[in-house]
């Protein structure tokens, strides 16, 4: 019985590792891979989708320039704001993550793209 237990734990312990290490693994993509999914995105205007190849620092900078638009000091009233922010308040929009700031962003940046 003793053995059977240990035989049994085996293929349990082999599924644990390939469910821990797997995910890892389907991540580690080539960067000629990256780039292209982020080029068909952007041909594609799949702005989520572009927004999960993009370096989080470069969202961050993207956040950072709106912001500079945004500023209190600036009219947060009126058609921009509404054009990039989908009509939200400035304080709700700015409240986005990164990601969805910038798909709202380049959303409203190709609304009139062919």
Known sequence: MDGSRR???APAALLAAG???LPGLLLAQAPVEVADEYLRGIEAMAWRATAQR???DALAEVRELVEIFLAPEVDREGAFLDALSGGQDAETFLSLDDGSLF???MRALTREAP
């Open 7 to 9: 035989g049994s734990r």
């Open 54 to 56: 993009i370096h989080p």
């Open 103 to 105: 798909v709202s962003v």
């Open 19 to 21: 469910l821990l290490f």
